[in-house]
């Protein structure tokens, strides 16, 4: 995911005349105008939760990168682990996988998802970021691969404990897919790539459709009672429960994989064969440690701890900083992530947050808040 951008809207989703209908309150978000809430953040929350929320995520980059005539798809493969130090070689096809983009420093360019076909590579990227993702890739794979950017798409996402009842009853087969795979279905004579994934922490599906098929599709879904509309809101709080990074807050290009704790997107392979950006950088902080780590934050009040308040201990040494907080709607309590100095990281010892001029208990709690209910098997 990526930050809310505060540049001019220029574009609108594919079901923008949906979210009107239906009463949404929008906000400008990397350059779209987008659904804030529908009914309200934490029912929309609560519903995901609960039954099955329904996203629109159309804002998202698509790009596919498909072999020149001569290239094979192993050798874009190799190009794109310059750039990411995930392992892309031994990603199978019809499944999806975690990545980040680094650069030379180390810094994260961007986190996204990769999916592997027979014959090309999909990546999703985060709206915002789009641009310089692609700078990235274009400098690594121009020439090996064409780089098809497909506004002709669009994306939605159907998130919760049943989800997979809902799509179930279009195709039986949509269950068997399992966490982070994929496969193509028609859904009421809408054509689509399906994959088990999502960024709530609940288990869920994202829909990659053509862009003209969107709203046939978002008003085919939202026709079951068990389907909610959901806004940004409710998307934002539900990754945060979730202990899910949030580009442009726990992530950025001063950020190191390993500083924020996503060690386990780098394998051993790629430690062993460090051929991608910032890897020297990257593969330092695995032996020597680092000055900074994501953490989780517990406020030990009713009142919530935002983005940018100071961490300090009671003796008023200052340690750390806050990246995402909010209300945790499933947690019923404030909730928080952000960067310390690893000393203290896996402390239960308490801090004070800065909150517009007031200091706020909290402590560091273990991540994520809320159990992920991924559909492993």
């Known amino acids: 995911m990526s930050e809310p951008s505060e540049t001019q809207t220029t574009k609108q989703s594919p079901l923008h005349s949906l979210h009107c209908d239906r009463g949404a309150k929008f906000a400008p978000f990397a350059g779209f105008e987008l659904p804030l809430s529908f009914e309200g953040i934490i029912s929309e ?8 929320g329904l996203f629109d995520v159309s804002h998202m980059g698509i790009v596919d990168l498909v072999p020149k005539p001569g290239i094979s798809l192993p050798t874009v493969i190799d190009s794109l682990e310059l750039v990411t130090p995930a392992s892309i070689q031994d990603l199978e096809v019809s499944h999806l996988r975690y990545a980040l983009l680094t650069n030379n420093q180390g810094g994260v360019i961007d986190d996204l998802i990769v ?21 990235c890739i274009q400098t690594a794979l121009s020439d090996f691969a064409n780089i098809d950017i497909r506004e002709d798409l669009a ?27 994929s496969g193509q279905f028609s859904l009421d004579g809408v054509d689509c790539v399906i994959s088990r994934s999502g ?36 998307r934002d709080s539900l990754r945060l429960e979730a202990g899910l990074c949030l580009y442009g807050h726990e992530l950025d290009e001063t ?23 910032g890897s020297e950088v990257i593969l330092a902080q695995f032996s020597g440690g680092t000055h900074r780590t994501r953490v989780g934050i517990s406020s030990l009040t009713k009142r919530p701890i935002r983005e940018g308040a100071t961490l300090r201990t009671d003796e008023g040494l200052e340690v750390g900083v806050v990246t995402s907080g909010g209300f945790g709607p499933t947690c019923d309590r404030p909730v928080a992530m952000g960067y310390v100095d690893p000393i203290i990281s896996d402390s239960k010892s308490t801090l004070l947050a800065e909150v517009r001029g007031k200091e706020v208990p909290c402590q560091i709690s273990t991540l994520p808040f809320v159990p992920h209910n991924y559909s492993r098997n």
């Not at 929350?45 to 099955?52: G, L, P, V, Y």
């Not at 999916?115 to 641009?131: F, G, I, K």
């Not at 704790?261 to 950006?277: K, S, Y």
């Open 45 to 52: 929350h609560s519903a995901t939760r609960s039954s099955a």
């Open 115 to 135: 999916t592997r076909s027979d014959t090309q590579l999909r990546l999703v990227l985060n709206a915002s970021r789009v641009e310089s993702d692609l700078l």
């Open 155 to 181: 994306q939605v996402a159907l998130q919760g404990p049943k989800a997979a009842t809902v799509l179930s009853g279009f195709d039986s087969r949509i269950t068997d897919l399992t966490f982070m795979t």
């Open 199 to 234: 960024y709530t922490g609940e288990d869920g599906f994202e829909l990659i459709v053509p862009a003209e098929d969107a709203l046939k599709l978002a008003e085919t879904l939202l026709l079951d009672e068990a389907v909610s509309p959901c806004g940004l809101g409710a």
């Open 255 to 277: 950020i190191t994989p390993v500083e924020a704790r996503l060690g386990w997107t780098i394998p051993r392979r790629r430690r062993d064969e460090p051929t991608f950006a």
